[in-house]
Antibody, heavy 118, light 106 residues
Framework: EVQLVESGGGLVQPGRSLKLSCAASGFTFSNYYMAWVRQAPKKGLEWVATISTSGSRTYYPDSVKGRFTISRDNAKSSLYLQMNSLKSEDTATYYC???????????WGQGVMVTVSS | DTVLTQSPALAVSPGERVSISCRASEGVNSYMHWYQQKPGQQPKLLIYKASNLASGVPARFSGSGSGTDFTLTIDPVEADDTATYFCQQSWNDPYTFGAGTKLELK
């Protein structure tokens, strides 16, 4: 059974940093692209980052480019999201998701809440 | 960015057929995917690449379309289908999602 379990969320002040983690199990982690998708309270979904199987390629929308860094450790079947210079608009539930090439996000974690507030 | 437009809400009776639309501001080929999200839960992939049923998804769900106009159909609708449905494109950078269609059962 595919499982994705996020951790590391919490309350953080504007301008500070936070690092999210996602522990994967039930599949060969190194064979899949992985991604982070977020959802602001009562809002829609926003893609945040994608990383290739080896970690050599990363992709971001302009809203987080230069502030967020996605990374992975295939030996530990783990995905990470380093978030710097956080803003109030980054407040959201962050989901770790498995990405099947260009076929959508086929498995999602339960999500972890990040609140950016002073 | 590619804007995906969905109708905000629909209400149908159990046993009926419902079609949920998603219109893209520019062509996305067939790279449109559909997700179901129930309150307090993570999204679940229903349809990938416009018309392919994801693993474990009931055949009551189907998808169609290409280019800019896409449709998710549920036939027949069941009470458990109460949820918000999102479309998402992966043809243009950045990936984008629609705002979601909230499906309510009468």
């Amino acid at each position: 059974e595919v499982q994705l379990v996020e951790s590391g969320g919490g309350l953080v002040q504007p301008g500070r940093s936070l690092k999210l983690s996602c522990a994967a199990s039930g599949f060969t982690f190194s064979n899949y692209y992985m991604a982070w998708v977020r959802q602001a309270p009562k809002k829609g979904l926003e893609w945040v980052a994608t990383i290739s199987t080896s970690g050599s390629r990363t992709y971001y929308p302009d809203s987080v480019k230069g502030r967020f860094t996605i990374s992975r450790d295939n030996a530990k079947s783990s995905l990470y999201l380093q978030m710097n210079s956080l803003k109030s608009e980054d407040t959201a539930t962050y989901y770790c998701a498995r990405q099947r090439s260009s076929e959508g996000f086929d498995y999602w974690g339960q999500g972890v809440m990040v609140t950016v507030s002073s | 960015d590619t804007v995906l437009t969905q109708s905000p809400a629909l209400a149908v009776s159990p046993g009926e057929r419902v079609s949920i639309s998603c219109r893209a501001s520019e062509g996305v080929n067939s790279y449109m995917h559909w997700y179901q999200q129930k309150p307090g839960q993570q999204p679940k992939l229903l349809i990938y690449k416009a018309s392919n049923l994801a693993s474990g998804v009931p055949a009551r769900f189907s998808g169609s379309g290409s280019g800019t106009d896409f449709t998710l159909t549920i036939d027949p609708v069941e009470a458990d289908d109460t949820a918000t449905y999102f479309c998402q494109q992966s043809w243009n950078d950045p990936y984008t999602f629609g705002a979601g269609t909230k499906l309510e059962l009468k």
